[in-house]
């Protein structure tokens, strides 16, 4: 069992803002090496580019009265002025009324969430995040993402929960958002470190490393990052038929870059590697401890009737997990993702609450004992037995994620 104070000084070492391409994510990714080191391994920095944004202005107006926000990084510069209208369904009919319009919109934005604001001809955009409940009135960061914009860039804001309901509440009117950023290239980072095998096959463990803008991410996903840590500690004296690569990833909160970026850098080699085993969000004092197989279903079954043999408690299901084995699995290679995931009122992430106090070093290391027998079974497989063949409802469901179709029931 992995030792409960490492577990413990890891989460205090790296309880800082990490995101994407910043120096505190590349400062991280260094403290894992030197965690890799202290195991006796040799880890490295796999770097890759990300887009970046230097916001020097961000201003929403309405009615004349400004309104906190957060530009949307690389969404351009400009400045805009038009009617506000609130459209939380975008339904063809709510999409009809935003033809040169400031839209207010419910929840995330998604590729086709913003391939529809676009088609509907509206001017910019407005989102808002966080818990109109809680005290604080945080406003995370947020970017128009290069893959769901395509080059198509409109001014939009992020804003504060409460003042998203004051808008509507108040039947605000007129709007106008002004942005000035530089968009540029810069770096992130993988960190790649080997446990090799006696064979030339491999099983590909991945966790992300950095955070969103508010959050010190304990939970997500320095947890996962212990987890790797631990099944690499719980394997280093043990025979191995297949190598153990175990990568940290860079900016999966921007839309998991770092493993889209190892996947098409490593393109030829994914046909060595017989599974990609993903930790993401482990070791909460609250949450269910859930497995997410994207591959056939029998390993679904496999991880229920080995797990309840050792008296673990989990539900495992067929699906895909919105983290770094969606890469993996889109080549065809088998993947599951780990997470103890707990509910909204006991642990939450992406905000400035995701902290130590979520965690339990006890529990984490339990979740770590499962993984890695999980792991060593897989790893000493004398014939490894998860097909290697994609089911067509996890492509299709691939294919959504990825955006690369529409999800006919939306
Ligand atoms: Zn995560």
Redesign the pocket.
Known sequence: MMNIEKIDRILRDTAYIRTGGSAQELACAKTLIGECEKLGLTAKLESFDVPMAVMHRARLTVDGQQIPCKGYLCAGSGDIEAELVYAPELTPCALSTCRGKIVLLDGYLGYWKYQDILSSGAAGFITYDGNANYADEDIDQRELRSYVSKGEKRLGVNINAKAAIELVRSGAQRARITLEQDEFMGQSHNVVCELPGETDEWIVLTA?YDSTSLSTGAY??MSGCIGLLGVAEAMLNKPRRRGLRLIFCGS??RGLLGSKAYCAAHETELSNVALNVNL??IGSIMGSFNAICTSEERLVHFIEYSASIQGFSLKARQDIYS?DSTPFADKGVPAVSFARNATANTATIHNSYDTLKVMSAARLAQDIDLISTFVETMTNARHFPVKRCMPDRMKDKLDVYLGRKRDKDA
């Open positions: 992300h997500d996903n999966e909160e993401d969000m983290s």
